[in-house]
């Protein structure tokens, strides 16, 4: 049984985006997950800074509504840039 078997859809799924910080980690990454699982509340993303402050991570709390969604939009973050790592 493959992984896109054991998971169902649609579900809530947090995407972990970590990168410097700067201001456009927060715009580039959030237009990404928005252009494939729409609009994200405030309330569905949380933001940590390191103890340093150079680096961000965002968590966005998104409804995933297929394994293809979830892999473009995977995709599209790493390969931003901005984007160090996506989890």
Same mark, same amino acid.
């Given at each position: ?38 609009? #994200? +509340?405030?309330?569905?993303? @949380?933001?940590? /800074? ?6 961000? =991570? $965002? ?9 293809? #969604? +979830?892999?473009?939009?995977? @995709?599209?973050? /790493? ?6 790592? =996506? $989890?």
């Amino acid at each position: 049984m493959s992984d896109s078997e054991l998971q169902e859809f649609p579900n809530d799924f947090p995407i972990k985006v970590m990168g410097r910080h700067d201001g456009d980690l927060r715009a580039l990454s959030q237009a990404i997950i928005e252009r494939h699982a729409g609009p #994200q +509340l405030e309330a569905s993303i @949380r933001t940590r /800074t390191s103890a340093d402050g150079n680096f961000l =991570a $965002l968590t966005y709390m998104v409804r995933a509504t297929s394994r293809e #969604q +979830l892999d473009t939009i995977y @995709r599209e973050l /790493t390969a931003c840039k901005s984007v160090l790592m =996506a $989890l």
